[in-house]
């Protein structure tokens, strides 16, 4: 496991006044999945057969939920460590509970609360003041308006100055340490709109495919078309759908992830941030503290330092 904890401020002086939109960033696909609570509900929108199929052999669908479901197995704070700048945020609501706690999600919820969380994502932004962050916050199932309110009052408090608002920023790594911000919030709900603080969602380029192979042809295809003009995520990730997960009981996401590693790697190693049409920003993926990911998204910045050769020879 490689740790990169201070790489933005580490990055040279020609890339301070690069916007966060041209740089290479490393992001955490359902970055807080590594601690799923095996024991609890299922989410509402999981459909009402496998809510029943769970009820009756929960010895044979709970340790399978589980090894699907994780995506990750390092703490937030060891992934933000690692150099993880991105971090994918499924909140909800448990159906039935009195409390107000939120939890992340990925099919079932977690043991931790996500203002205990973010707490601890403050907390290390206070140890490394130059560092950016990027929270997507999505899904929020089972959360009523009045949650939504109380949730965001709560981000607020929390990241105070820190937070970047949507409109008017610069982007750059300077812009944001003369101001002090360390956290773009983005909030996938309506709620979001009359909160300067907090941005609209992210596009996240999913495949929605089991091999690395598929998965490529779809990014391939997608940068055919041209990226969007402001942040945005590609996937590495993979995703098996029942039947096969059915017919691979030996199998998990994690290894199926680690067997598709080196096809996956090499197309990372040939991409390219920047502005230009087919530039990628954030990359996120599955298990960023076992496979090098970090080390190889923060790597390609270098590529925005080297000059064509044909420039070299003009300015020679």
Known sequence: MSCSPDWMSSLPEELWDTP????????SHDAMSYCLDINSPLVPSE???FRILDGLFSCFTRPTIFKWATTQDKSIEEQLS?????LDLRVAHKLKDPS???YFTHIIYTHLTVLETLS???????????????LACSHFEGISDELHQSFIFSLKKMFGSK???????????RSFWAAGQQVILSYDSQHAAQHPE????IPYWWANKRTAKEVISYLDWKKEHGRPEGLFVCGLNLTADRCFITENLRQSLRTITFSNWE???GWVEDQTPGQGPQSLNIIAGDFVGPLPLCSLIIALNQKLLRKAPDEERFYS
């Open 20 to 27: 966060l939109t041209q740089l290479a960033i490393p992001g």
């Open 47 to 49: 459909s009402d057969c």
């Open 82 to 86: 690692m150099g993880i700048r991105y």
């Open 100 to 102: 107000s706690d939120l």
């Open 120 to 134: 601890s994502v403050a907390l290390w932004l206070n140890s490394h003041p130059k560092e950016v962050v990027i």
């Open 163 to 173: 937070l970047c608002p949507h409109k008017g920023s610069a982007l750059t790594l």
């Open 198 to 201: 907090l941005w609209p969602d």
């Open 263 to 265: 096809c996956l790697r």
